[in-house]
């Protein structure tokens, strides 16, 4: 069964960190690159980072640039956001998602982990 | 950068009847590269179309993709209870990677 399991989430306090994982089954891990793609509560869906399959190079959108780090480990068939400096603008369920056919064409996504931002 | 543009933002329907939901870009959509996704309250989004026009597997015929260039449309033939949703449109392929619209709310009338 193809799956991504994300974990990690929580409640934290402004200018904290947290550590996002994302699990992968069913497929073939490496050959793909993975994203995580953010949701504020109402809001519409935001791309936020992807890293190539090797895991050599991550991109990020300029509002998490420089806070937000992606990593993977192909051996454990999983994706890491590390996640420093925290806002209350990255509240957010963050979403683990594959990238078929190019690196942003998202054809599954996870359930998502909930991250919270509040004092 | 490119815009997706969703319209309308809310569509009142009723079960049968024929939805049009609308994508438009600033600048055109390179290789047609426009993905067409569902999303229902607490739960991720599902792949619907890609490529403008092909139906992801799994997804019935009465969706459909059209549309090149700047404009695109998402047409559900005769909408079923399930598909009362919010529907995203995304640019892929592009830089920034991800582009979505802003959604467009399929609601029952």
Sequence with gaps: ?119 | EIVLTQSPGTLSLSPGERAILSCRASQTVSSNYLIWYQQKPGQPPRLLIYGASSRATGIPDRFSGSGSGTDFTLTISRLEPEDFAVYYCQQYGGSPPGTFGQGTKVEIK
């Excluded at chain 1, 799956?3 to 200018?15: A, M, N, Y």
């Excluded at chain 1, 937000?68 to 994706?79: M, P």
């Excluded at chain 1, 956001?81 to 509240?91: G, M, P, V, Y």
């Excluded at chain 1, 963050?94 to 190019?102: F, I, K, P």
Aim: aromatic share 14%.
């Design chain 1, 1 to 119: 069964q193809v799956q991504l399991v994300e974990s990690g989430g929580g409640l934290v306090k402004p200018g904290g960190s947290l550590r996002l994982s994302c699990a992968a089954s069913g497929f073939t891990f490496s050959d793909y690159f993975m994203s995580w793609i953010r949701q504020a509560p109402g809001k519409g869906l935001e791309w936020v980072s992807y890293i190539s399959k090797s895991g050599t190079t991550g991109y990020y959108a300029d509002s998490v640039k420089g806070r937000f780090t992606i990593s993977r480990d192909n051996a454990r068939n999983s994706v890491y956001l590390q996640i420093n400096s925290l806002r209350a603008e990255d509240t957010a369920v963050y979403y683990c998602s594959r990238g078929q056919w190019l690196p942003d064409a998202f054809d599954m996504w996870g359930q998502g982990t909930m991250v919270t931002v509040s004092s």
